[in-house]
Protein backbone atom coordinates (compact mmCIF):
# COMPACT_ATOMS: atom_id res chain seq x y z
CA UNK A 1 0.00 0.00 0.00
CA UNK A 2 2.79 2.60 0.94
CA UNK A 3 4.19 1.57 -2.79
CA UNK A 4 1.35 1.98 -4.42
CA UNK A 5 1.29 5.59 -2.79
CA UNK A 6 5.07 6.66 -3.41
CA UNK A 7 4.38 5.27 -6.94
CA UNK A 8 1.64 7.40 -7.41
CA UNK A 9 3.17 10.32 -6.30
CA UNK A 10 6.06 9.99 -7.63
CA UNK A 11 5.71 7.43 -10.42
CA UNK A 12 5.89 6.77 -13.72
CA UNK A 13 3.65 8.32 -15.96
CA UNK A 14 3.50 5.69 -18.50
CA UNK A 15 3.07 8.18 -21.45
CA UNK A 16 5.41 5.73 -23.87
CA UNK A 17 4.13 2.27 -24.83
CA UNK A 18 5.68 -0.57 -26.91
CA UNK A 19 3.62 -1.76 -30.26
CA UNK A 20 1.37 -4.30 -29.27
CA UNK A 21 1.92 -7.85 -28.79
CA UNK A 22 0.22 -10.79 -29.47
CA UNK A 23 1.27 -14.29 -27.72
CA UNK A 24 0.11 -17.37 -29.81
CA UNK A 25 0.82 -20.72 -29.27
CA UNK A 26 1.90 -22.27 -26.25
CA UNK A 27 4.45 -19.82 -25.15
CA UNK A 28 4.45 -18.27 -21.88
CA UNK A 29 1.88 -15.17 -21.63
CA UNK A 30 2.13 -12.29 -19.31
CA UNK A 31 -0.15 -11.32 -17.08
CA UNK A 32 -1.13 -8.21 -18.50
CA UNK A 33 -2.08 -10.66 -21.99
CA UNK A 34 -4.17 -12.72 -20.12
CA UNK A 35 -7.17 -10.20 -20.59
CA UNK A 36 -7.10 -9.39 -23.91
CA UNK A 37 -4.37 -11.86 -25.35
CA UNK A 38 -2.48 -8.46 -26.32
CA UNK A 39 -0.30 -6.43 -24.17
CA UNK A 40 1.72 -3.34 -24.43
CA UNK A 41 4.66 -2.34 -22.16
CA UNK A 42 5.73 0.69 -21.13
CA UNK A 43 9.19 1.90 -22.51
CA UNK A 44 9.89 3.72 -19.60
CA UNK A 45 9.35 1.80 -16.19
CA UNK A 46 9.13 -1.96 -18.12
CA UNK A 47 5.04 -2.04 -16.15
CA UNK A 48 2.59 -4.24 -18.77
CA UNK A 49 -0.71 -3.81 -19.77
CA UNK A 50 -3.28 -5.51 -21.86
CA UNK A 51 -4.06 -4.08 -24.71
CA UNK A 52 -7.73 -4.20 -26.76
CA UNK A 53 -7.45 -4.35 -30.60
CA UNK A 54 -11.08 -3.51 -31.24
CA UNK A 55 -10.79 -0.37 -29.61
CA UNK A 56 -7.27 0.59 -30.41
CA UNK A 57 -6.44 1.64 -26.58
CA UNK A 58 -4.62 0.49 -23.50
CA UNK A 59 -6.31 -0.81 -20.53
CA UNK A 60 -5.10 0.44 -17.52
CA UNK A 61 -7.39 1.09 -14.46
CA UNK A 62 -9.16 -1.46 -12.90
CA UNK A 63 -12.62 0.30 -13.65
CA UNK A 64 -11.44 -0.39 -17.50
CA UNK A 65 -10.60 -3.84 -17.05
CA UNK A 66 -14.28 -4.74 -14.92
CA UNK A 67 -15.87 -2.81 -17.95
CA UNK A 68 -13.84 -5.00 -20.64
CA UNK A 69 -14.58 -7.96 -19.24
CA UNK A 70 -18.53 -7.22 -18.69
CA UNK A 71 -18.54 -6.12 -22.52
CA UNK A 72 -16.87 -9.59 -23.10
CA UNK A 73 -19.62 -11.61 -20.98
CA UNK A 74 -22.42 -9.57 -22.69
CA UNK A 75 -20.62 -10.66 -26.53
CA UNK A 76 -20.92 -14.31 -25.73
CA UNK A 77 -24.39 -13.92 -24.03
CA UNK A 78 -26.14 -12.80 -27.78
Excluded at 61 to 76: G, K
Aim: charged content about 20%.
Amino acid sequence: MIAGLIDLLFGCRHSRYSFPVTIRGKARRPQAGALTGTYVACLDCGREFPYDWQQMKVITSQAERREYVASLATRQAV
